[in-house]
């Protein structure tokens, strides 16, 4: 009797020991080995680039799950082929591009590497019918197979076949730093761990009543609980959150011992446990079942109308009237700091996105914001400022009935939105500059893109709020982003001659059509961005300084203006000086002029 | 280390556990040991000196008041082991407050000093006080292996939020405790429990309150600061009984048997029974090394009275460094000397004086929570002016709506559900139901992964503007 449960526990240990040294792959080989199925999100994403000879890029992605055959238009923009998880056997897969003449192409064939260990095999690589490779070709992570080719016509037919690689062992040991020495080692360490486990297990007192559901329930118990420390993400960023994930930093390093090692630790661990995105994805949609309004922080998306919120744009709107005093006393000094130096200042204050789109806010909310109230209290309270002040609420809400002035997926205005702004700012500005040139759109080649373009690396994207929402690339495009939003290039675009974001976040322009016009100093928060659209066309300099979320400048010292930039103001030794800030952050002007 | 984070579920405690089963009986307190040591140090190592100066302090003080004879001798080793203790407490925890105090009476110019209360202090210098006072009066016999005592002080299922365990209760376990698949089972069930609680209920509540208590007291409606104040009451409760869920759990994985920290407060008829309820490790503690010691109820009337008023000005002081900890200690004890005078705890009738007397107790520990919680006496007053109606509002103001989502709402109706004695027994369904011990498993389960779900989508850190 005895001997038989010996021999359960021997097997109960050896079905463990298999389970274990699976999960334990990263250390006896290079990354984990994909021995099932590979799923294509690892492939190298941008598999095919074609350079035009306009210089236009577009590029041939391979991900998810669906069509053998894409045909893709040269916008400019990506186009995905979507191919099945890959397989041991070929599947024949078709680009289809319209290029211009003379393109050049880069197949770029690789695994990304996040990817566990795996090879992709190629062949049959044909590009407008001609066969350029024949034999079988191999991409692994961190070798992807490359090749350049130009194209002579206006259309590019990429042709291939592709498969999961058949591994060999040489592929273990050669190719993936197999360890066999401590493959061995930790198969026998871990077995007998388990065996002790096991043994002690039988052991433990139990009482008479003893249940076997409790028992399995300890055993599913400790799984999960060994669950997110077995694969550790080996990545270095994160593109969902936009950042670099932390790295391990050891106990003991060359200065001595690291006294913040357990924050540094769970730093660490909270960027790469295995389930992370998993859970961020569970925890969104519960979120979205549960509630009419999915949180996240101080960000909010409306199910009902796809509209996302900061929350705290609506607990802003109430000023502490006592540090309202404080802002005012400190315009007031920045507006003596002015004249003193000889320079005109202007305040633009964009009222904040839930004031302009207060019906698309919960109804709670609604209730405070639509209120006319609401926008007579900020007049009242901007009135008291010393210094011209704008605060264009009607302008935004009567264009706001043409077209969005608020992206619906970020905080951050529009570029029609900043337009209105910019014309009501400069409004303001010709009481002292009469002639001073306002742009008009004929100026701008005008178009549209769901995409959101709003912040200082002009690129376009899902929206800020999205971010902070966990909602993903995928989700956004198939259910958020699907308004258009209007888009302005000048037909003589003025590109920043310097930039500098190393330490500050400055931006200069210098338009040499008004060579004689004012000289602008722009300073504010995230809002300028799409203001510098149209800015720089109405005078002949213009730098901008940002306040917010500089490099190195904590929040509450970001606002002191003259602080940081008192020198630069004097240096550059400007006309005008605009202050252009959203409404929520006036509370933050507190610090204004302390030096 | 906290608890309800990825750190400790997923990598400090499977080690801890795995290590600790597979080990030798013997090597149990050692392990236990340090991995208490660990667990402290993790988040701030240089203030472990101070609590092996604690355990250091007490080792020596018990010995020598065990080894003495002499009455007068061991009353003043006593005191100075007391006053060592105290001192370190005081030095963290209280100076900066009294000085502040001091400064603004006196118009003096004392600087303050630039420290962070380690944490747990509060906790484990109780557990001290209480082992040398037991040793003292002779009740149990002195450790005199240090690594003993120094688990008993350390240990890390309740060293950072109670329950403060009395050395009379664990004395023995420390010596000699079992482990048992039941045992096991249990613990692993109570820190599941514990843990939802805490992430599920009360953070989510404390969402509530969070974005009510951060606003001037004038920015919301009267029915949304009474919303504020419940779901800081039952955050508050949540909170901390789920850390002393998890507490208990963890003990019992490990073999221990910590008694009870909470009993339904909510569900008390007035406020001396809430405190029979309520983090009942510190009242008992109180009662048995303050309040009897100063005579408790065997003494005058007035005296009595007295004795409560101490009893919970310490209560209060000991909550935290701030004039509305005081006051919240002070309002509960004013309840308890007039419940005592009128017998108002002691009155039974019919239906209606129950839900009188519900109603009552309610009012009382809802009203008190709001000081505990407010930054400050000055804020505490506002809001409860606003609960009162006694406030003009501001020009704009919020409308309760404006707080509450869906899963707050959930979460609300949970809380009050649970404050309640329903679901008592549901970790002790005996074994012949198999059935239904077989779904509570897989609900804890589910409440387990849904937790850990809630706590990793925290570790969510987006860097929403473009990145350097």
């Given at each position: ?18 389970v ?5 792959t ?34 041939g ?23 099945q ?6 599947q ?13 192409v ?73 360890n ?18 096991m ?18 329930f ?5 799984v ?19 950042r ?6 050891p ?39 549960l ?5 996240n ?20 709107a ?5 540090k ?13 700091f ?15 996105k ?27 309270l901007?009135?008291?400022?010393e ?16 077209d ?36 008009q759109p ?26 902070r ?17 209007v ?8 590109l920043?001659v ?14 040499n059509?008004?060579k ?8 504010g ?16 300099e ?16 970001a606002f ?10 004097l240096?550059y ?21 302390l030096? | ?15 801890v ?11 149990h ?30 080792y020596?003080g ?38 502040e ?10 600087k ?20 040398v ?69 009360a ?31 039952l ?14 759990g ?7 048997k910590?008694?009870?920290?909470f ?7 007035s ?27 065997r ?39 007039f419940?005592?005078?009128s ?5 039974e ?6 839900v ?5 107790t309610?009012f ?22 606003n ?7 501001h ?6 709506g404006?707080?509450?989502?869906n ?25 012949k ?32 503007y473009?990145?350097?």
């Amino acid at each position: 009797m005895k001997k038989a449960y010996s021999w359960k526990r021997t097997v109960i240990s050896v079905i463990l020991t298999v389970v274990g040294i699976c999960l334990l792959t990263p250390m006896y080989c290079r990354g984990n080995l994909s021995l099932g199925y590979l799923q294509t999100r690892f492939i190298n994403k941008k598999a095919l680039i074609v350079v035009n000879s306009d210089k236009t890029i577009s590029y041939g992605e391979m991900s998810g799950v669906g069509d053998d055959k894409i045909e893709c238009d040269s916008d400019g923009l990506s186009c995905r082929l979507l191919i099945q998880d890959l397989l041991y056997e070929w599947q024949r897969k078709e680009f289809v591009f319209s290029v211009e003449p003379d393109a050049k192409v880069v197949i770029n064939f690789g695994i990304s590497e996040s990817a566990p260990h795996s090879i992709v095999d190629y062949n049959d690589i044909t590009i407008n019918g001609n066969n350029i490779v024949k034999n079988i070709v191999q991409a692994s992570r961190g070798k992807p197979y490359n090749k350049d080719i130009k194209v002579a016509g206006k259309k590019l037919i990429l042709s291939f076949k592709v498969r999961r690689h058949h591994f060999t062992t040489r592929d273990l040991c050669v190719l993936y730093g197999f360890n066999g020495d401590l493959f061995i080692s930790l198969t026998i360490l871990l077995f007998l761990c388990l065996r002790k486990l096991m043994n002690y297990a039988d052991k433990l007192k139990t009482t008479d009543n003893n249940s076997q559901i409790d028992i399995v329930f300890i055993l599913v118990f400790a799984v999960i609980l060994f669950l997110p420390m077995s694969r550790i993400s080996t990545a270095d960023k994160s593109l969902q959150e936009n950042r670099i994930l932390a790295k391990y930093k050891p106990l003991f390093t060359s200065q001595g011992l690291n006294l913040k090692y357990g924050d540094d630790f769970e730093k660490w661990f909270n960027d790469r446990f295995w389930g992370r995105n998993l859970s961020f994805r569970l925890y969104k949609d519960i979120m979205l079942y549960l509630n009419n309004i999915y949180k996240n922080g101080d960000s909010m998306l409306m199910k009902e109308n796809n509209w996302m919120f900061q929350t705290h744009g609506v607990r802003y709107a109430i000023q502490d009237y006592r540090k309202m005093q404080q802002v005012r006393q400190q315009v007031s000094l920045l507006n003596d700091f002015c004249k003193e130096h000889n320079i005109k200042v202007y305040m633009i204050v964009i009222p904040n996105k839930e004031s302009i789109y207060a019906e698309k806010l919960p109804i709670t909310q609604q209730e405070l914001m639509k209120l006319r109230g609401f926008t007579d209290y900020v007049q009242k309270l901007l009135n008291r400022f010393e210094i011209p002040t704008v605060f264009p609420y009607d302008e935004l809400r009567k264009a706001s009935e043409k077209d969005l002035v608020f992206f619906k997926q970020s905080h951050h205005w529009t570029e029609w939105g900043a337009y209105v702004g910019y014309n009501a700012l400069m409004e303001l500005i010709k009481k002292d500059y009469p002639d001073i040139h306002v742009t008009q759109p004929d100026e701008y080649n005008i178009y549209t893109s769901k995409l959101i373009r709003e912040d200082w690396d002009r690129k376009f994207g899902t929206g800020q709020t999205s971010k902070r929402l966990y909602i993903d690339k995928k989700y956004a495009k198939q259910k958020l982003l699907l308004d258009n939003y209007v888009y302005y290039d000048h037909k003589e675009e003025i590109l920043p001659v310097y930039t500098d974001i190393d330490l500050y976040k400055v931006k200069y322009f210098r338009n040499n059509k008004l060579k004689k016009g004012p000289k602008v100093f722009l300073t504010g928060t995230s809002m300028n961005e799409n203001l510098l659209q149209f800015l720089p066309y109405s005078f002949s300099e213009v730098i901008y300084y940002r306040l917010n979320d500089t490099k190195n400048v904590k929040n509450e010292a970001a606002f002191m203006l003259l602080k940081r930039y008192k020198k630069e103001i004097l240096a550059y030794n400007p006309d005008i000086l605009i202050l252009c800030i959203s409404y929520n952050n006036i509370p933050n002007l507190i610090n204004l002029t302390l030096e | 280390m906290l608890f309800s984070s990825m750190t400790f579920i997923y990598v400090f405690l499977p080690l801890v556990c795995t290590i600790y089963l597979l080990a030798r009986k013997d090597l149990h307190n050692y392990i236990l040991l340090i991995a208490s040591m660990i667990f402290y140090a993790w988040g701030e190592p240089n203030y472990l000196a101070i609590m092996l100066l604690t355990i250091l302090v007490n080792y020596v003080g018990a010995n020598y008041i065990s080894r003495s004879k002499n009455a007068v001798h061991r009353k003043a080793l006593l005191g100075l082991t007391i006053i060592a203790d105290l001192s370190f407490l005081f030095y963290f925890k209280y100076f900066n407050f009294v000085m502040e105090n001091v400064n603004a009476v006196f118009q003096a110019d004392i600087k303050f000093i630039n420290v962070i209360m380690p944490i747990g202090i509060s906790f484990y210098t109780f557990q001290a006080l209480s082992y040398v006072i037991d040793v003292y009066r002779g009740e149990v016999k002195v450790q005199r292996d240090i690594y003993k005592l120094a688990l008993y002080i350390c240990l890390f299922p309740q060293l950072i939020a109670g329950p403060i365990v009395k050395y009379h209760d664990v004395d023995e376990q420390i010596n000699n405790r079992t482990v048992t698949f039941e045992k096991v089972a249990y613990g692993i069930k109570r820190f599941i429990m514990g843990l939802s609680k805490k992430v599920l209920i009360a953070n989510t509540l404390g969402a509530v309150a969070d974005k009510i208590f951060s606003q001037q007291a004038d920015a919301f409606d009267t029915l949304t600061s009474w919303v504020g104040a419940v779901a800081y009451s039952l955050q508050l409760y949540y909170d901390f009984s789920g850390y002393s869920d998890m507490a208990i759990g963890l003990g019992a994985i490990f073999g221990f048997k910590f008694l009870e920290n909470f009993n339904y407060p909510y569900i008390s008829k007035s406020i001396t029974e809430f405190w029979r309820r309520w983090h009942i490790s510190l009242s008992t503690w109180f009662k048995e090394y303050l309040y009897i010691p100063l005579g408790g109820n065997r003494v005058s009337k007035i005296r009595h009275y007295f004795n409560l008023f101490v009893v919970f000005l310490a209560t209060g002081f000991w909550h935290g460094a701030a004039w509305n900890f005081i006051f919240w200690g002070l309002w509960h004890g004013m309840f308890i000397i007039f419940e005592k005078m009128s017998g108002w705890h002691k009155k039974e009738g019919g239906i209606l004086l129950s839900v009188i007397q519900h109603i009552y107790t309610i009012f009382a520990f809802v009203v008190g929570w709001v000081m505990f919680r407010a930054d400050s006496m000055a804020y505490a007053w506002q809001y409860l002016k606003n609960m009162f109606g006694l406030l003009k509002e501001h020009e704009l103001t919020y409308k309760f709506g404006y707080y509450v989502d869906n899963t707050e709402i959930l979460a609300l109706i949970f809380a009050v559900i649970l404050a309640m004695p329903i679901c008592r027994n549901i970790l002790a369904v005996p074994y012949k139901y198999k059935t239904f011990r077989g779904i509570i498993n897989i609900w804890l389960i589910g409440l387990f992964l849904l937790s850990s779900c809630f706590i990793a989508s925290s570790t969510y850190n987006p860097f929403i503007y473009f990145r350097f």
